[in-house]
């Protein structure tokens, strides 16, 4: 998707991640966007305006007010800046300008210029900050209202922190920010529901440790699960895939993380809650792990060894149970017989809003195949039996009774 003559804003805020912005303003310059930067006053403790001015070909603008009086001054260009831009990308976005941006206060020009966006101009939010930042109620709740308020809040991903931790914190890389922008920009389909929506896709298998060299599994490959997320993406959502391990390339489009355990998945899946508009929980979660893991390698020696197992958290039941109006839950059942009642039950137990029930028989339906038999049944027990079709193909029908479920509520 080409970026050639776009007019992208760009706000930069004092957090560490500034210093990958130098090399996603000159992707956009390759592409050929018009690029115009916005800096905080901490941001520049972390990249100069030389620098970010010197790339973007454009003055970097900080403050309100102008430094001088003169007639060449746009002394009104907090509101002339949001007119001109095509769409408003703020990255990285930290704790304190997000509180700023949901409380409406405008007491600098990335915030001002902000709020005279005009109101069918994308607004690409990237938080990014130490993971229990992230994860506090007060920025979970921020991004909640930006969210529910128009903002597209592209959730960070995670991996080392410059606190030194490891966890949910880090701004997406250059290169997918510029895919998402272009996404944003053009391209993608508005008419569809999903266009703009933060989508939450689990797959594959979990692996739960009994050893360091065994573990628990089952034979899902992650194929409905990664057919769901492109599909997606494809209609203009902004998805994060959460995968247990699982040997597929990542869809175009789609911020994908990768887990091992369930634990591991949940607390992926939780750092997400408050931003998410539509989760799919496709993976195949174990039920249970072992209560404690043994390190190293257990030795063989008794004719009989005794597994110790613990419930492991129910993901798509502890969403629901959260989840508030504008958030839709969607779950998958998969039975080894016939039994439709067990997903109606399914449905019902956990509050989903839409439930994918399929039969495993291991040749056309099920695990590590390419196809599948679904029936869907939404929230209000409305039944819709599909043929057989390719996962892909299942998953474009299963998001088209999801877009259904958007109008209805709306």
């Keep these: 998707m080409s970026l050639k003559g776009k ?5 930069i805020c004092g957090g560490i991640a500034a210093y990958k912005i130098p090399m996603l303003i000159r992707l956009l310059k390759k592409q050929e966007a018009c690029v115009r930067v916005v800096v905080t006053e901490a941001a520049t403790r972390f990249v100069t305006e030389l620098t970010l001015s010197t790339l973007s070909q454009e ?4 403050n309100i007010f102008p430094d001088s009086f003169s007639t060449e001054d746009d002394w009104t260009r907090h509101i002339s800046m949001g007119e001109w831009a095509d769409a408003y990308v703020i990255a990285p976005a930290t704790a304190n300008t997000i509180a700023k941006l949901a409380a409406g206060i405008c007491d600098n020009m990335l915030s001002a210029s902000f709020i005279t966006l005009r109101p069918n101009k994308p607004k690409l939010i990237f938080p990014a900050m130490d993971g229990e930042m992230f994860a506090s109620a007060s920025v979970q709740r921020n991004l909640s209202w930006l969210s529910q308020n128009g903002c597209v809040i592209i959730n960070p991903e995670s991996g080392d922190l410059a606190s030194g931790q490891c966890g949910t914190g880090r701004m997406p890389e250059p290169e997918t920010i510029v895919e998402m922008i272009a996404g944003a920009v053009g391209g993608k389909s508005r008419n569809s529901k999903l266009y703009g929506k933060s989508v939450v896709v689990t797959a594959g298998p979990t692996r739960e440790k009994i050893d360091d060299v065994r573990f628990i599994s089952n034979y899902s490959s992650g194929k409905m699960g990664f057919a769901l997320a492109s599909a997606a993406a494809a209609r203009g959502a902004w998805v994060t895939l959460i995968t247990g391990p699982a040997s597929l390339p990542t869809p175009d489009g789609v911020n994908r993380l990768d887990v ?3 634990e591991e998945m949940n607390h992926e899946v939780k750092a997400r809650y408050a931003t998410c508009d539509i989760f799919i929980g496709a993976a195949a979660i174990a039920d249970y792990r072992p209560g404690k893991p043994v390190e190293g390698k257990i030795k063989k020696s008794n004719e009989t060894m005794e597994l110790s197992l613990v419930k492991n958290p129910d993901i798509l039941a502890g969403f629901s149970e959260q989840k508030k109006p504008h958030q839709l839950a969607v779950g998958f059942s998969l039975e080894t ?8 039950e399914k449905l019902e137990q956990k509050k989903l809003d839409l439930i994918a029930y399929n039969t495993f028989d291991g040749k056309t339906s099920g695990f590590e195949v390419d196809t599948n038999i679904l029936t869907l049944i939404d929230k209000n027990l409305a039944l819709r039996e599909l043929p057989l079709l390719s996962k892909r193909a299942a998953a474009e029908r299963t998001l088209d009774i999801i877009e259904e479920l958007i109008s209805s509520d709306k």
Excluded: D, M, Y
Excluded at 7 to 11: K, N, P, Q
């Design 7 to 11: 007019h992208i804003l760009l706000g």
């Design 59 to 62: 003055p970097v603008c900080k």
């Design 260 to 262: 091992e355990s369930a």
């Design 337 to 344: 017989a016939g039994n439709l009642q067990n997903a109606r």
